[in-house]
């Protein structure tokens, strides 16, 4: 998958990708090899994860990397990031990503962000998620931003996997990026 993520920032150095994954262990290898491409590639990253994966990534990445390399990762609970407000709440969310990307954009500092979008339930707040996505989109190509948006797949219902292959140009599975048909 490492070829895969070269290949696609090669050709695209803005891109917007949903990841939909379905086995947890290709999962993190995936997160892996696009953090240690973005560090190869001289960008910091902005991993957004949840404790458990991040504590299984940390301890792979501090194997791979050095201590140099592994400071150009800045870490965030994806706790903190999506449940800031008590729930999830787009406007709290990028006030928190703005807060985080400034000084990334202020000092010309080309990073990449991986993020696992969980919260209580991917049940209903589909139409809060789409207009969340979609204006996430917009930011992406405003700035010339790369962000993988992961979710676990067989958690997500069909109306929220349709909004988000709408709203994500590329689409990854775990073993594949490709373009999606439904982006708009």
């Not at 999962?27 to 560090?39: F, P």
């Not at 990762?73 to 928190?96: A, C, K, M, R, T």
């Not at 969980?118 to 790369?146: A, N």
Request: aromatic share 10%; hydrophobic share 35%.
């Amino acid at each position: 998958m490492k070829n895969k993520f070269n290949d696609l920032l090669t050709a695209n150095r803005c891109a917007h990708i949903l990841y939909a994954y379905n086995d947890k262990e290709l999962y993190l290898q995936n997160a892996i090899a696009y953090i240690i491409d973005g560090i190869e590639a001289g960008d910091s990253i902005i991993l957004i994860e949840n404790e458990k994966n991040l504590r299984i990534l940390n301890k792979q990445l501090n194997k791979l990397l050095s201590s140099s390399q592994l400071e150009k990762i800045q870490v965030i609970s994806n706790f903190d990031f999506y449940l800031s407000s008590g729930g999830y709440h787009p406007p709290s969310i990028f006030e928190y990503l703005t807060k985080t990307n400034t000084p990334y954009l202020e000092n010309n500092i080309s990073f990449r962000t991986w993020t696992n979008v969980e919260w209580g339930t991917l049940e209903g707040p589909s139409h809060i998620v789409e207009g969340f996505e979609k204006q996430t989109d917009k930011v992406v190509h405003e700035f010339g931003l790369t962000l993988v948006c992961a979710y676990e797949a067989e958690r997500m219902p069909e109306d929220l996997k349709s909004a988000l292959m709408k709203s994500h140009p590329h689409i990854m599975t775990d073993e594949d990026i490709h373009l999606s048909p439904q982006y708009q």
